[in-house]
């Protein structure tokens, strides 16, 4: 690659074939130079598509293992087991416990073709030219290291990324409008006794505590200082809402998987919930109405990426190159996009979309023709808009970010309280 | 390694050969003999619990635990459990488990008994017996979880049973305490842990000696009389080693009660896992030993009631 022509793995491998077939077989090195590469990807579930393993499989003959594990977990892995996969696909708020265990490598920006075309959310915390609200664990406070091994994050850009932006999103609370019946606006809603035995909130705490205290916000009782890093009083503040909450009934349930929140909300046992945005499409699919409702107080937004483990080499840590410099290259952007998800750098996934689905996704467009999901199922007939508009909207409103606060093991234990109030 | 814990395996056949023959080959053949088995308990049971427990000594931060000796991790388990009128998440946290415990082992008790008096007494074909026996066992074909999520279309807000009833007139809004509920949480538990009280009570039924009923009859005891004063107390041991896996299996649950109870529901285990995952593992670790010390407890207890030992 560096010379100048564009080998791609694919091509190499068909040289290899050729050459085997072609001369005498010598023995078993030859063989196992042919061998296609595994790597084995840690990260959550949500982000893992069968799809993009296919696609990869077919155009750089890299065989994508998935390890799926809840968010927490995969976190827990990198720190305990950082032999156990090739490739971590992980939120960038964990990187604050990952990035001191010493247990990832930053990526070498050179190496990324796509680097410097990666959206400014990322590098600078703005979205065309505007800053973006950056409470809590924003990626730009993590996205680069002082050295490729290093243990601190730089302030500045350097050429050691932490990890490459893989999908990222703007949360908000997924309601039913079929059964709720009346516009909603605040994040206050949540805990609305209107809405008693039918809300719900996600049961991980690092992010259920933020959802809170968007609540405790909207309703003008107390403003943070950082949701994303309280102090002792604040978490208290917050925790005794939502012991309060519960003691009056108020949820139905708590969620701690994609899963158990689609079929909350499929069924009708919760009508107000937190929610991810794949999560809400999947309702949808299933012929239920469900929108993911833009809010006046702004989204909690997240980020996931990818990282390589300190113990990758050789050819596998060429593969783990060519699969995320592949994953930035287009088609996997747009796949994500029309989940609903936004892609690390736009231009590349735009060129592997219609120009109406670029218009509904990306620009908050009335929708030229019906929408399909990725797996071809009908999201949204021709004339819907998406929920919160385009994606200068949507993320140029986040309020604050998915993050791990210096208070974590108290903020953890109090959270053990308010489950078992 | 396994010299250490030997003797105290090995003890009892020790001594009885040592009286026999004092000669050196044969005093060693039962350590031999039991040396695999003390070998796996000793790698797989002491060691790691002893690990365990000292981690739970331990310091940590975010991504790593460090070696020290801190009672900390012990003092935010019980921190602020001296106060009665609200108890701290602890004790809340036990109670809870507890109630479970205790309504778990009295409906499979009350379940487990009579099938296993119909299996053992009624059932006259030792093939009959053994192929209903064998029935008892094949929902342990599937998961455990998914014989638990199986329950939550049935007991939904729209679910099975709401609709059912609705259509039948007998309610007009939907029982919301049929799912994420106690009620749901001691279903799905019973459901699921009734075959181990089933199986050990079985066991001790088909070893009662069949004269003694017959004695019973003949001296003139009712049907009643005979199954409490004959049949119930030689079914001792089975119902105490139920009660055993009872009781283990709830204390140390928290999937069952984190998909039942909605997650709202507290665990100890949830706790626990809650903690493993925020990589705290000391806290984790110190809150395990609780948990174990408790469940010791609790079997001391029962033992003190009966003698297991002697009853084998």
Request: hydrophobic share 45%; with cysteine.
């Amino acid at each position: 690659m560096t010379n100048g022509i564009k080998f791609t793995r694919r091509t190499l491998l068909q040289g290899a074939g050729t050459a085997l077939a072609a001369g005498p077989i010598t023995g078993f090195p030859a063989v196992h130079a042919a061998e296609p590469v595994t790597l084995r990807y840690l990260g959550t579930a949500v982000n893992q598509s069968g799809d993009i393993a296919r696609k990869v499989k077919e155009d750089l003959g890299i065989t994508i293992e998935y390890i799926p594990v809840v968010t927490d977990e995969v976190t827990k892995r990198a720190v305990t087991q950082p032999n156990s996969f090739d490739l971590i696909d992980t939120e960038f708020f964990s990187l604050k416990k990952i990035v001191p265990s010493g247990n990832i490598l930053g990526m070498d920006a050179r190496r990324i073709k796509n680097a410097d075309k990666i959206t400014p959310i990322f590098t600078k915390g703005e979205i065309a030219g505007k800053a973006i609200g950056d409470q809590g664990t924003a990626p730009k406070k993590v996205f680069y290291l002082e050295g490729q091994t290093g243990k601190s994050f730089a302030s500045s850009p350097t050429e050691w990324i932490t990890l490459i932006p893989t999908t990222y999103n703007a949360d908000t609370l997924g309601i039913r409008p079929d059964l709720i019946k009346r516009p909603i606006t605040s994040w206050r809603e949540l805990l609305n006794p209107e809405f008693k035995g039918r809300a719900s909130i996600l049961n991980i705490p690092s992010i259920g505590i933020m959802d809170a205290a968007m609540v405790v916000e909207a309703t003008g009782d107390y403003t943070y200082g950082d949701k994303g890093n309280m102090t002792k009083a604040e978490i208290d503040r917050t925790i005794k809402l939502l012991i309060e909450a519960k003691r009056a009934g108020q949820f139905r349930a708590f969620w701690q998987d994609f899963n158990e929140s689609v079929n909350l909300m499929a069924s009708g046992e919760t009508v107000i919930q937190s929610m991810w945005s794949p999560a809400v499409t999947k309702v949808r699919t299933q012929g239920v109405a469900c929108t993911y409702q833009p809010l006046k107080e702004g989204y909690r937004a997240w980020a996931t990426g990818f990282g390589l483990p300190k113990t990758l080499t050789g050819r596998k840590l060429d593969a783990a190159y060519d699969f995320v410099n592949w994953f930035l290259s287009g088609w996997a952007g747009a796949y994500l996009n029309r989940q609903g998800y936004y892609s690390a750098v736009p231009e590349t996934a735009k060129t592997q979309m219609e120009p109406y689905e670029w218009a509904y996704w990306m620009e908050g467009k009335p929708a030229e023709k019906d929408i399909h999901g990725p797996d071809g199922g009908l999201l949204e007939k021709a004339g819907a808009t998406r929920d919160g508009g385009s994606f200068e909207a949507r993320m140029g409103a986040v309020a604050c970010w998915n993050a791990v606060m210096d208070e974590n093991t108290y903020m953890v234990r109090k959270w053990n309280e308010f489950i078992a109030a | 390694m396994s010299d250490v814990a030997l003797p105290a395996l090995a003890d009892a056949p020790a001594k009885t050969e040592q009286t026999e023959t004092p000669a050196r080959p044969r005093r060693r053949l039962p350590y031999l003999q039991a040396a695999p088995m003390a070998l796996v308990f000793v790698v797989f049971l002491a060691i790691p619990l002893l690990l365990t427990l000292m981690v739970s000594f331990w310091e940590y931060n975010e991504y790593e635990i460090i070696p020290a000796f801190t009672l900390q991790n012990y003092r935010d388990v019980f921190e602020g459990c001296g106060n009665l009128a609200d108890p701290c998440t602890t004790v809340r946290t036990y109670l809870s488990t507890l109630k479970f415990c205790a309504l778990t082992l009295a409906f499979t008790l009350m379940v487990g008994f009579p099938v296993a008096y119909f299996l053992a007494f009624h059932v006259r074909s030792r093939a009959v017996q053994m192929a209903l026996f064998l029935l008892c066992t094949i929902p342990f074909w599937t998961s455990n979880v998914i014989r638990m999520i199986s329950w939550i279309p049935l007991l939904g807000r729209n679910g099975l049973v709401n609709d059912t009833l609705r259509s039948l007139g007998v309610i007009e809004r939907p029982i919301e305490g049929l799912l994420y509920s106690d009620f749901s949480v001691t279903l799905a538990f019973v459901h699921l842990y009734t075959v181990f009280m089933i199986v050990p009570i079985f066991n001790s039924m088909a070893r009662i000696d069949r004269s003694l009923i017959e004695a019973a009859y003949d001296a003139g005891a009712t049907g009643w009389q005979t199954l409490w004063s004959v049949v119930v107390p030689l079914c001792k041991p089975g119902i105490a080693i139920g009660t055993i896996f009872v009781l283990t299996l709830v204390m140390g649950d928290f999937v069952t009660v984190g998909v039942m109870g909605g997650q709202q529901i507290a665990s100890v285990g949830k706790v626990i896992q809650v903690q493993m995952s925020y990589l705290q593992f000391p806290a984790a670790a110190a809150n395990a030993v609780v948990l174990l010390a408790a469940v010791l407890m609790m079997i001391l207890g029962l033992t003190r009631v009966i003698d297991l030992r002697k009853e084998l």
